[in-house]
Structures are given as C-alpha cells and as structure tokens.
C-alpha cells in the first residue's frame, strides 16, 4: 500500500506537477523516529538517553527544529515515492513548494517533475562542412614578433614633458562630486592620453612634466552609471611627481638570447610561427565544431520545456554573479554599466541556454543510438587533479566527455570541402 497519494497535472510537454499528500499516521512515524533520535543525544537532566518525553525535548531544542528534522527525514523520500509512482524519471532535481506541515495533520506539498523531451534525429552523418585553411603568412608572424617585443619595454624616468603612452605618477584630489568628493590626496599612475578614465585625468597629463600641477572640471553625463553622480561636475586637482618614458630595446641576437633564451632572431620567429599555427589551428577546430552544432540544429528537432528553460537561464544567471563577487561587484551594478536591465539580460541567456540545452539534448540521443557510452573509470581518470569533485562536478565531467566523443563522430563522417 503505498504510503503517498498523489495527483499528477501535466502543465506542458515534458513537465509535470505533483500534488503529493503523506497521510497523518506516516507523519507520526517520521515525527516519532526523529524524538527518539534527538532523545539518544540530547543530554536532559533527569532523564537516561533515549527515555527524555517528546515535550521536555520540544521544549529544550524547540518545534521549529523538530519540524526542519522531520521534513528532511520525509520530504524527500515521499517525493521520490510520488514520482515512482508516477513512472517519471526527473533529468533535473525536482523543486517544491506550498508545503503544509503540522503536527498530527498530513504533510502536503506541490512538486515540479520536469523529463527528457523527445528528439527527433535527422541525418547527422555525412553533414556537409568547410574544411577551414590554416593560412600563417610572414606578415603575420612580423606583426606577432613585434607585440611580443612591446612587451619588453622598460620605463625610465624623464625631465621632459609627458608624451601619450608615457607612465605618469601624480597625486589628486576630486572634488565637488557628490558622495565621492573628498579633500583626502590619492596617488596613482596612468598611461598619459589614455580615454578610458571618468574622470579624464590621464588625458589632462600630456605635456605635463614633474613637479607640474593641474586642475580641470569635468561634468559626468546625464546618463552616467553611477546615478549619485551623473548630471554632477567634478573639480580635479593634481601633481605630476614623475613621468617615465618608455625604452624599447633593438631587437637583435643579442637580445634574443638573453630575453628568450633563443640562439637568434630567426630562431624566435620560428617559434612565434608555431605558435600562430597551433593557435590558428584550434580556432579551425572550434568553428569546425560550431558548423557542425548548427547543421545538427537544423536537422534535428526538440523542444526545450519552458520550465527547463527557465531554470537553465537563473543558473547561468548565478554563474555572472560568482565572479563578479570576487571582485567586489554586484550584478546590479555591473548590468548598469552595461546599459542593460536584468530582464534584459536574462533575454539575452534565454537564447544561449536554448541553444545548449537543445544541443545537450540532440548530443545524447545520438549517444544512445550509436551505443556511445562513458566508464567511471575514464571519467575519474579525467577529473584527475581536481580537488573539488561532488556528484554535480562528476556529472558534468561525463557530459562533457560523452558530448566530446559524440562530435568526434560527426566531424569523422562529415563530407568535408575546401574553405577559407
């Protein structure tokens, strides 16, 4: 006799909502195993363990503990019952809500049972694909040489004025802008010239030289970020304490060798050569990869429940979030200097997890009907080095992995022709 009535509403393809009701008597049961638990560890003056009454230990650890320990101990069994008896193998851990609990009365809660969507396959063999050309011309490997060689440049001082691109040291105040203004002086330094500061105080450095001192105003725009300043005008004041120039070293064997234990300038181009080409060639192997994902997209069809959908997005949404935390932001103020909204934003995720959830989806079954599969074994084998592995990380290893093997097989049976 099953120990849950259940009465189950499909609210739309592939989503299900479970109205589940744990009789009274079960309840009492759950309830007095948890009394007894509590009464084996609780130490109660006057009492042995496992002999302290229900009401001396409500009144000791309160009901609101009882209550938490009894739902931890019911709920999730009882709606694993529900939804075997239902026949519903959930791909997501279901969610549920409107629970009604009280002592000596059923425990009633609603939960959402979301299943695989069907899929149709098309044909995802012989897909037709442009083979992309790794093209790695001398121009390219000049223009990588001489950004790899930038990065050498050293920075000395000088007595001339600044010049844009030069490293200026100055102390400043801002002034007269709202919850920001403040007489304390700041130290920092910037690349003169430079446009991407608010306020504009790189830009005000060129032709600047040390011990030189500044003050310019600057009005923050109407539709500014930050709404505590927008519409204000700030005061800045500076001092340039030094300004550094920066030195470039000739690029010759010499150099070579002692910057990049190379034997020589051609030696170093060699390796800028392989470099690109092993570059150029994972950036093919991506887009060869992508081509396929959208071929299989049209050619194949399954619908992502809404239900699905949403979940995914508040995921991805979560995952913006983490960090941006790190880093001392929030979401709301990083979407703001975006110009974007949350709903906005969520929009735009909405697409990208329909795509991947589509993608996921098509992937498996072609898994399952080529007999594709994935060992424990290869999945710890490549988790490998991973200090952090729970149940969620290694079921995202085996997808990842499955998903891998599965478009190694379309990408070995494509019809391949020459492209770009």
Same mark, same amino acid.
């Given at each position: 006799?099953?120990?849950?009535?259940?009465?189950?509403?499909?609210?739309?393809?592939?989503?299900?909502?479970?109205?589940?009701?744990?009789?009274?008597?079960?309840?009492?049961?759950?309830?007095?195993?948890?009394?007894?638990?509590?009464?084996?560890?609780?130490?109660?003056?006057?009492?042995?363990?496992?002999?302290?009454?229900?009401?001396?230990? #409500?009144? =000791?650890?309160?009901?609101?503990?009882?209550?938490?320990?009894?739902?931890?101990?019911?709920?999730?069994?009882?709606?694993?019952?529900?939804?075997?008896?239902?026949?519903?193998?959930?791909?997501?851990?279901?969610?549920?809500?409107?629970?009604?609990?009280?002592?000596?009365?059923?425990?009633?809660?609603?939960?959402?049972?979301?299943?695989?969507?069907?899929?149709?396959?098309?044909?995802? /063999?012989?897909?037709?694909?442009?083979?992309?050309?790794?093209?790695?011309?001398?121009?390219?490997?000049?223009?990588?040489?001489?950004?790899? =060689?930038?990065?050498?440049?050293?920075?000395?001082?000088?007595?001339?004025?600044?010049?844009?691109?030069?490293?200026?040291?100055?102390?400043?105040?801002?002034?007269?802008?709202? /919850?920001?203004?403040?007489?304390? =002086?700041?130290?920092?330094?910037?690349?003169?010239?430079?446009?991407? =500061?608010?306020?504009?105080?790189?830009?005000?450095?060129?032709?600047? #030289?040390?011990?030189?001192?500044?003050?310019?105003?600057?009005?923050?725009?109407?539709?500014?970020?930050?709404?505590?300043?927008?519409?204000?005008?700030?005061?800045?004041?500076?001092?340039?304490?030094?300004?550094?120039?920066?030195?470039?070293?000739?690029?010759?064997?010499?150099?070579?060798?002692?910057?990049?234990?190379?034997?020589?300038?051609?030696?170093?181009?060699?390796?800028?050569?392989?470099?690109?080409?092993?570059?150029?060639?994972?950036?093919?192997?991506?887009?060869?990869?992508?081509?396929?994902?959208?071929?299989?997209?049209?050619?194949?069809?399954?619908?992502?429940?809404?239900?699905?959908?949403?979940?995914?997005?508040?995921?991805?949404?979560?995952?913006?979030?983490?960090?941006?935390?790190?880093?001392?932001?929030?979401?709301?103020?990083?979407?703001?200097?975006?110009?974007?909204?949350?709903?906005?934003?969520?929009?735009?995720?909405?697409?990208?997890?329909?795509?991947?959830? /589509?993608?996921?989806?098509i992937l498996e079954a072609i898994a399952e009907k080529e007999g594709i599969a994935v060992s424990d074994e290869e999945v710890q084998q490549l988790a490998q080095g991973e200090t952090e592995l729970d149940e969620d990380r290694l079921a995202t290893l085996r997808r990842q992995l499955l998903e891998q093997r599965v478009m190694e097989l379309v990408l070995a049976t494509a019809r391949w022709k020459d492209g770009t």
């Open positions: 006799m099953p120990s849950v009535n259940v009465q189950a509403d499909q609210k739309e393809p592939c989503v299900w909502e479970l109205t589940v009701e744990v009789p009274a008597h079960e309840v009492r049961r759950v309830t007095d195993s948890v009394y007894r638990q509590i009464s084996r560890t609780l130490p109660v003056p006057g009492f042995r363990p496992g002999h302290t009454p229900p009401s001396i230990i #409500k009144r =000791w650890v309160g009901e609101e503990r009882i209550h938490q320990q009894v739902l931890e101990n019911l709920l999730p069994n009882a709606l694993l019952e529900a939804i075997q008896q239902q026949n519903l193998t959930p791909i997501i851990s279901p969610e549920w809500r409107n629970v009604q609990f009280a002592e000596g009365e059923p425990l009633r809660f609603v939960a959402e049972v979301i299943t695989r969507p069907e899929v149709k396959l098309g044909e995802y /063999k012989g897909l037709p694909l442009d083979r992309l050309k790794v093209v790695v011309t001398d121009e390219d490997v000049q223009r990588e040489l001489e950004k790899l =060689w930038q990065e050498l440049a050293h920075y000395e001082p000088t007595d001339e004025p600044a010049q844009e691109h030069d490293r200026v040291r100055v102390r400043y105040q801002v002034l007269g802008e709202g /919850k920001g203004s403040s007489e304390q =002086w700041q130290s920092g330094t910037f690349t003169a010239g430079e446009a991407k =500061w608010t306020p504009p105080l790189p830009q005000n450095l060129v032709g600047r #030289k040390a011990g030189d001192e500044g003050e310019f105003t600057f009005s923050y725009p109407d539709d500014f970020s930050d709404p505590d300043l927008a519409g204000k005008t700030a005061r800045v004041r500076f001092v340039v304490e030094s300004v550094l120039r920066r030195q470039l070293p000739e690029l010759t064997d010499e150099a070579v060798r002692r910057e990049f234990k190379l034997d020589s300038v051609e030696e170093l181009k060699e390796e800028v050569r392989y470099e690109l080409v092993r570059q150029s060639r994972q950036t093919a192997r991506f887009l060869s990869r992508v081509q396929a994902e959208e071929a299989l997209l049209q050619r194949c069809l399954v619908t992502v429940p809404n239900a699905l959908l949403e979940r995914f997005t508040e995921e991805l949404v979560a995952q913006t979030g983490q960090p941006l935390r790190q880093k001392g932001l929030t979401l709301e103020l990083w979407l703001q200097r975006q110009g974007k909204t949350l709903d906005e934003y969520k929009s735009e995720l909405r697409s990208e997890a329909e795509r991947t959830l /589509k993608l996921r989806f």
